[in-house]
């Protein structure tokens, strides 16, 4: 039985950790160059409802993960636009990004399927499915199937891009030239300009890819995790990208593990649904809900240590004359 527990636990540990590292990687790109990216929470809210949309109409899984690049995007530019090219206030941008992805996408909704901001269901052969049947279901005694098949080998192939990508976002800033570039530009923009590299380049480039990761952690909400859209349902999942980025110092691997960290509380605080204390009665449902943020923000708050943000993170580049 407790192959059966462990391997259950793993496999939710990575399916919920996977759209909180896309979009942690997306914001560690963006401020690696020296944008604050408060709006992770819009970008992927909105890149979710764009793929079930698209997906449930077309019937087309690619075209529904094309949409959902497409739509974050579109607002990366619009950040990109107003924060880069007009040097405006960053983080009240990505608020408004916030604000503007949780009304429209369920205004959006309401026009076009009548679901009270739902989109229709997401047909079963277009979603993204793991390898499970190869594995069968988890059982006590079976090791290999129950932790390595169902735990580590069951997943979709967004899960194992997820934290492939850890590595390639590692290579491209350490060891590429435009990594130590984008670096730099988030370090010293002004070192970077005259050596005659664009600044407002190197911050779009990393808007873009901060877009397309943003893009794939929404598809993932709807094709993988979640059988359709519905209003507000990443729940938060972009602030604590944002939190874990900060705990991992805007570095690829300690980031994915602040990552794990959450995923593994909430795949815990799945489990204690429906658990009776002695002498209490049953745990509340909205405690168990609310019981990974609240144990993520506390151990991330009580270890983070000494944090430095790269030191253009929130300035504006205003070119000398």
């Given amino acids: 039985m407790d192959e ?96 503007v992805a949780a009304g429209l996408t369920v205004v959006l909704g309401i026009a076009w399927f009548a679901q009270g901001g739902q989109t229709p269901p997401v047909p079963a052969e277009v979603r993204l499915t793991g390898l499970s049947g190869s594995y069968g279901e988890p059982q006590a005694g079976d090791w290999f199937a129950s932790v390595v098949g169902h735990g580590l080998l069951s997943h979709n192939a967004l899960v194992y891009l997820a934290f492939f990508l850890v590595v390639a976002v590692w290579f491209f800033l350490e060891r590429t030239k435009p990594g130590l570039r984008l670096r730099a530009v988030g370090e010293n923009p002004a070192m970077v300009d005259a050596a005659g590299v664009s600044v407002p380049g190197l911050r779009y480039s990393a808007l873009m890819m901060n877009a397309v990761l943003c893009g794939l952690a929404g598809s993932y909400l709807t094709l993988a995790q979640n059988a359709n859209f519905s209003p507000n349902m990443t729940a938060g999942r972009g602030y604590i990208a944002l939190a874990a980025m900060i705990f991992g110092k805007w570095k690829p691997v300690p980031t994915m593990l602040a990552c794990l960290l959450f995923g593994f509380l909430d795949a815990v605080a799945i489990r204690l649904q429906g658990v009776v204390i002695p002498g209490i009665g049953e745990v509340p449902v909205q405690l168990i809900q609310a019981l990974p943020y609240i144990l993520t923000v506390i151990l991330l708050a009580g270890f983070i240590g000494q944090a430095l943000a790269p030191k253009a993170l929130g300035r504006p580049y205003v070119k000398e004359r």
């Fill in 4 to 99: 059966v527990l462990i391997g259950s636990l793993l496999g939710s540990t990575l399916r919920v950790t996977t759209p909180l590292l896309l979009c942690a990687l997306a914001g560690m790109l963006a401020e690696r160059s020296g944008v604050i990216d408060l709006g992770l929470e819009g970008k992927m809210l909105f890149a979710a409802f764009a793929a079930a949309a698209t997906a449930s109409v077309t019937q087309s899984t690619g075209l529904g993960l094309l949409a959902a690049i497409a739509v974050a995007s579109s607002l990366s530019m619009v950040q990109g636009f107003a924060c880069v090219t007009h040097r405006g206030d960053q983080v009240v941008t990505g608020v408004a990004l916030n604000m």
